[in-house]
């Protein structure tokens, strides 16, 4: 069973157009979130994240917004550019438990932006 | 800093043979993370270590898989034997201690194994 679902296995966006990709996971005690993102014959890098005692985070041109009650999550890219396209993976952790460093992700999403 | 290393990049093996994978992590960061990507199971965690010691192994598949960190510079990723399904790509991750930095993960390029 899956603890993190990215449920659109790939989403196109036009160059200048807001990307928006989304997360839902299961587990109530998840309480810190992050977005990966990740080009082909790389390894993922860290993006951008959430804490559980907000709803918001913003950096630059990525924005992640985080529903608990709906245990969703989003992150919106404005505008998206060429080189935004990726796969990315959403991934969330509970960090008071004793696997707290852990994280788990899911399946990704891929991004194609086109000019 | 040149990041995470991992060697080889790309491993091709036959079935029954032993394949291990290396990791060099960041300099200074306490935590090593052994992934493994696949297209049906995604991205899954495999081993965790904190400060050289396996902290989680709930995520290796089975006794054929076997990890060690002998210091703090590397760590490897045994199989023995290797089958088919194994073949994936495997991710080698480090982090620094403390808070929520430890989740900021840096991950290596990646070993593409193809099994055969």
């Known amino acids: 069973d899956q603890q993190v679902k990215q449920n659109s296995p790939s989403l196109s966006v036009q160059e200048g157009r807001i990307s928006i990709l989304n997360c839902d996971y299961t587990n109530s005690m998840f309480d810190y979130f992050l977005w990966y993102k990740k080009y082909p014959a790389e390894g993922p890098t860290f993006l951008i994240s959430?804490?559980?005692?907000?709803d918001k985070n913003e950096d630059g041109r990525f924005t992640v917004f985080l529903n608990k009650s709906a245990k969703h999550l989003s992150l919106h890219i404005v505008p998206s550019q060429p080189g935004d396209s990726a796969v990315y993976f959403c991934a969330a952790s509970a960090s008071l438990t004793e696997a707290g460093t852990a994280l788990i992700f899911g399946k990704g999403t891929t991004l194609s932006v086109s000019s | 800093d040149a990041g995470v290393i991992q060697s080889p990049r790309h491993e091709v093996t036959e079935m029954g043979q032993e394949v291990t994978l290396r990791c060099k992590p960041i300099?200074?960061?306490?935590?090593l993370f052994w992934y493994r990507q696949t297209m049906m199971r995604g991205l899954e965690l495999l081993i965790y270590f904190n400060n050289n010691v396996p902290i989680d192994d709930s995520g290796m598949p089975e006794d054929r898989f076997s990890a060690k960190m002998p210091n703090a510079s590397f760590s490897t990723l045994k199989i023995q034997p290797s089958e088919p399904r194994d073949s994936a790509v495997y991710f080698c991750?480090?982090?620094?201690?403390?808070?929520?930095?430890?989740?900021?993960?840096?991950f290596g390029p990646g070993t593409r194994l193809t099994v055969t």
């Open positions: 959430i804490s559980s005692i907000k």
């Open positions: 300099s200074g960061h306490d935590y």
């Open positions: 991750a480090s982090s620094p201690r403390g808070g929520l930095a430890r989740y900021e993960q840096y």
